[in-house]
């Protein structure tokens, strides 16, 4: 079974519109993560939680916003979309120590037209 | 600032043989965590190993392990008695102790293609 289940696992979406991408993880991991990985950089980090709680932000735009509605899940909020927005998107978690490994989900691949 | 660099783009290698992959690093902080991980065809990413900066001794997991080389600032993956399964690239990845960032700082990565 899964461990850390991402959806969809494919989205499309139009210019100027919102999307939200699912994360779930059944590690009993207390910190969860998301990552964008786009053909133009390598995977880059977009923002951690720990126990729901906004931990570290490293995304410039307030377009994306995490969500976290239970402590196994992790949502990002995607709005005005742009095509430069397209990427996989990848989910991860890991114990809450700080020299834990990530674990990560299998990704959402987002095409922005 | 925090950078990892991995400059082999892509190796080719015989099944069986070994293979060195490199990695080099920049931190300031005393004390950080090294992690490799394998991103496969299917995009799925598994960690493989990891190295704490205060351990002297190399980590070994299963066919996978670390030429840990600190004043160097380097942390090669050694892969023995490659497999055609083993073909994927691979990221070398740090997070810093002390800074206070929850984030897995990775590099470019290396395509390795093993060959029957």
């Known amino acids: 079974d899964p461990k850390i289940i991402q959806k969809p696992k494919y989205l499309v979406a139009v210019t100027g519109s919102e999307k939200i991408l699912i994360c779930e993880q059944y590690l009993g991991h207390n910190a969860m993560y998301w990552y964008r990985q786009s053909a133009k950089k390598p995977l880059e980090f977009m923002f951690s939680?720990?126990?729901?709680?906004?931990?570290d932000n490293q995304t410039a735009s307030s377009r994306f916003q995490p969500q976290s509605s239970k402590k196994n899940h992790l949502d990002l909020q995607i709005t005005a979309l742009k095509p430069d927005d397209s990427a996989t998107y990848f989910c991860a978690s890991s114990q809450d120590r700080v020299y834990a490994e990530q674990f990560f989900g299998p990704g959402t691949r987002l095409t922005v037209l | 600032a925090q950078k990892v660099t991995q400059t082999q783009t892509s190796i080719s290698v015989m099944e069986k043989t070994t293979v060195t992959m490199d990695c080099v690093y920049e931190t300031q902080d005393s004390s950080y965590f090294l992690f490799w991980y394998k991103q496969t065809a299917s995009g799925e990413i598994v960690f493989l190993i990891r190295q704490d900066s205060y351990k002297k001794e190399n980590a070994t997991v299963g066919h996978y392990s670390l030429n840990f080389q600190k004043p160097k600032s380097s942390i090669g993956l050694i892969i023995t008695a490659t497999q055609i399964e083993d073909s994927a690239v691979y990221f070398c990845a740090m997070r810093e102790a002390s800074s206070g960032s929850w984030q897995l700082i990775f590099g470019s990565g290396t395509q390795l293609t093993v060959m029957p």
């Open positions: 939680y720990s126990y729901q709680k906004l931990m």
